[in-house]
């Protein structure tokens, strides 16, 4: 893993740790995140941001509350 997709994967995690004291009722908080790392996957801002946005449907498409990096 890249240290971009490790730190992805920590954010995902405490998130999904997260309880809402004010609603207990209500299902655990989930996030999905498609990673794309520079200069690896892409050599400009807009083509980075176009593949980390592919890999963040790729994640919601396999099943949501995942990391996806572009690959």
Do not use: C, W
């Not at 998130?15 to 004291?21: K, Q, S, Y």
């Not at 498409?61 to 995942?66: K, P």
């Amino acid at each position: 893993l890249t240290s971009g997709t490790t730190r992805a994967h920590v954010v995902r995690a405490a998130l999904e740790a997260t309880r809402m004291d004010e609603h207990p009722e209500r299902a655990a908080l989930t996030i999905s995140i498609g990673v794309a790392i520079f200069p690896d996957d892409a050599r400009t801002r807009k083509d980075l941001v176009a593949r980390a946005d592919a890999a963040l449907y790729r994640a919601k498409h396999e099943g949501r509350n995942r990391v996806v990096a572009q690959a």
